[in-house]
Structures are given as structure tokens and as C-alpha cells.
């Protein structure tokens, strides 16, 4: 990788490393390791087009890069999806059973989107005085409920999932397991283990940062090292790293590495 790339990087400065980066690639065209940088650098970023067409390359260079080339145009191709939830043009896919409560969450959701916040809070405000409290133990330490500190998610989590992009509300799961991140990636879809009340299991990705940080001029939100609130209408929307509240504290989702919950 390059020096100076990873240089700027370090001082929280994503654009600046992507040019750096982009003339060292032009330099040496056919190194697989800084093309997958640099695909790394353009999720960073939000440019999930161009992201995309890294990893192709670098499978067309690096026979041994094709199952991290799988993995995350899928991935990629969830983000292009959470867009379209994000602008209020569709509602995610749910993993589970539905619930009522669920549905007027997501309902809510998409109000949002499109303007209606007051409409949104209201409805919002509804489902989350139906939605079941999931109490557990996060690393140790127990809670009697948990929910994103984003109140367009609640007690929902969002997945990159092999089978695309999806919802699963906390009720639905048994335990989630993470690991530190390793890699550049891993601050913008942190990889999570997950184990459902009814026995399967999912791998996938977490998105680390709330929608439209990538799009952000501020180089901390968009890598994921702070968080920043807003108060609207319909709650407080994040931006920067996700945040996970219980009833006595807030945890950086980078930092959670086991949540089980109670049997049901």
C-alpha cells in the first residue's frame, strides 16, 4: 500500500489518500493489493460504482481475490439498495416473521423519507410502544433493552446479507458476535455472526456508519471515528459511526463484540 495513502489516511483525510492512491495504481496498474485499497478508499467514500469495478479488476489480476470479490459486490450492491430505502423509494426486506409493529416502524421510515416527519414521529412513536423489549448481556454487562441510538431504526439492525440488503429486528435474534475491524472495510460493514431465536444462522455485514455519512465532507464521520446527532421531527438521526443504547449507556458499534439475549 501507499505510504502516503495510508499517511493521510491516518489524519482522517479519505479524498486527499484516494488521488494518492489513484496515481500509484495508474503507476502500477497491475497490483492487485492497491487496487483492493483502493477499492476500500472508494466505499469510504460512497462511490460504489467505481468500488465495484476495483474488485472486478483485482479478480481479473488475483485468482486468489475472488471470494473477497464475491462478497463484497454483494455488498455493494446492498448499498445501492439502502439508497433506495434512504430516499423513501422502497422498504427494506424483513427478516423474520412480520410484525405489526414492525410494519408501522418501517411505515414510519419511508414518511420520513419522503418529508412527512410529523406524520413519521407519530407513527414511529406508536411501534416503538409495541415493540417487544429484548434484554440481554452485551460483553458482560446486562441491559433490560437495546436499540440503535438512531431512532430510524429502534430495535431493528440493518444486514448485508449474501441475499442482499435486509432488516431483522432485534426480537428475531439470539446472538450477534463480532470481532475487531482488521481492515479498512471493516469500519464501513463490520463483519457480525448472527444466531436467530429459531436456530439458523446468518454471516454477513453491518453497516458501521448511518446513511449519508460516506456523502460527507468530514473525513472522521465518513471513516467511521466519530458521531455526530441531529434533533428533527421524528428523533435523532446519526451520522458517523452507528451507536448502540441500553438504559444506562451508549456503545460504538466498533466496540461491541458479543450481544446474546434472552430466551424468549
Given at each position: 500500500?501507499?505510504?502516503?495513502?495510508?499517511?493521510?489516511?491516518?489524519?482522517?483525510?479519505?479524498?486527499?489518500?484516494?488521488?494518492?492512491?489513484?496515481?500509484?495504481?495508474?503507476?502500477?496498474?497491475?497490483?492487485?493489493?492497491?487496487?483492493?485499497?483502493?477499492?476500500?478508499?472508494?466505499?469510504?467514500?460512497?462511490?460504489?460504482?467505481?468500488?465495484?469495478?476495483?474488485?472486478?479488476?483485482?479478480?481479473?489480476?488475483?485468482?486468489?481475490?475472488?471470494?473477497?470479490?464475491?462478497?463484497?459486490?454483494?455488498?455493494?450492491?446492498?448499498?445501492?439498495?439502502?439508497?433506495?430505502?434512504?430516499?423513501?423509494?422502497?422498504?427494506?426486506?424483513?427478516?423474520?416473521?412480520?410484525?405489526?409493529?414492525?410494519?408501522?416502524?418501517?411505515?414510519?421510515?419511508?414518511?420520513?423519507?419522503q418529508g412527512?416527519?410529523?406524520?413519521?414521529?407519530?407513527?414511529?412513536?406508536?411501534?416503538?410502544?409495541?415493540?417487544?423489549?429484548?434484554?440481554?448481556?452485551?460483553?458482560?454487562?446486562?441491559?433490560?433493552?437495546?436499540?440503535?441510538?438512531?431512532?430510524?431504526?429502534?430495535?431493528?439492525?440493518?444486514?448485508?446479507?449474501?441475499?442482499?440488503?435486509?432488516?431483522?429486528?432485534?426480537?428475531?435474534?439470539?446472538?450477534?458476535?463480532?470481532?475487531?475491524?482488521?481492515?479498512?472495510?471493516?469500519?464501513?460493514?463490520?463483519?457480525?455472526?448472527?444466531?436467530?431465536?429459531?436456530?439458523?444462522?446468518a454471516f454477513?455485514?453491518?453497516?458501521?456508519?448511518?446513511?449519508?455519512?460516506e456523502h460527507?465532507?468530514?473525513?472522521?464521520?465518513?471513516?467511521?471515528?466519530?458521531?455526530?446527532?441531529?434533533?428533527?421531527?421524528?428523533?435523532?438521526?446519526?451520522?458517523?459511526?452507528?451507536?448502540?443504547?441500553?438504559?444506562?449507556?451508549?456503545?460504538?458499534?466498533?466496540?461491541?463484540?458479543?450481544?446474546?439475549?434472552?430466551?424468549?
Amino acid at each position: 500500500m501507499d505510504a502516503t495513502a495510508q499517511t493521510l489516511l491516518a489524519q482522517g483525510e479519505p479524498a486527499q489518500a484516494l488521488q494518492q492512491l489513484i496515481q500509484q495504481v495508474r503507476r502500477q496498474p497491475a497490483d492487485a493489493a492497491k487496487r483492493v485499497f483502493l477499492f476500500q478508499l472508494l466505499a469510504v467514500l460512497g462511490q460504489w460504482s467505481r468500488a465495484a469495478d476495483q474488485l472486478r479488476a483485482c479478480g481479473e489480476l488475483d485468482a486468489t481475490t475472488q471470494p473477497l470479490v464475491h462478497t463484497y459486490l454483494a455488498v455493494l450492491q446492498g448499498e445501492q439498495t439502502r439508497a433506495e430505502v434512504f430516499a423513501g423509494k422502497r422498504l427494506p426486506r424483513v427478516m423474520g416473521e412480520p410484525a405489526g409493529w414492525l410494519a408501522m416502524h418501517l411505515q414510519a421510515l419511508q414518511l420520513a423519507a419522503q418529508g412527512h416527519g410529523e406524520q413519521a414521529a407519530a407513527l414511529r412513536a406508536q411501534a416503538f410502544e409495541r415493540a417487544p423489549a429484548s434484554a440481554g448481556v452485551l460483553d458482560g454487562e446486562r441491559f433490560q433493552w437495546l436499540a440503535d441510538a438512531d431512532t430510524r431504526f429502534g430495535p431493528c439492525i440493518e444486514l448485508m446479507l449474501d441475499s442482499g440488503y435486509a432488516w431483522a429486528p432485534l426480537s428475531q435474534i439470539q446472538q450477534l458476535r463480532m470481532q475487531a475491524p482488521l481492515d479498512l472495510r471493516d469500519t464501513v460493514w463490520a463483519p457480525v455472526s448472527v444466531l436467530w431465536r429459531n436456530g439458523g444462522q446468518a454471516f454477513g455485514y453491518l453497516p458501521v456508519r448511518y446513511p449519508g455519512s460516506e456523502h460527507l465532507d468530514a473525513g472522521e464521520l465518513q471513516l467511521a471515528r466519530r458521531t455526530e446527532w441531529t434533533h428533527v421531527a421524528q428523533g435523532e438521526i446519526g451520522l458517523g459511526q452507528r451507536m448502540w443504547s441500553t438504559e444506562s449507556r451508549e456503545i460504538a458499534l466498533l466496540d461491541v463484540r458479543d450481544v446474546r439475549f434472552d430466551a424468549g
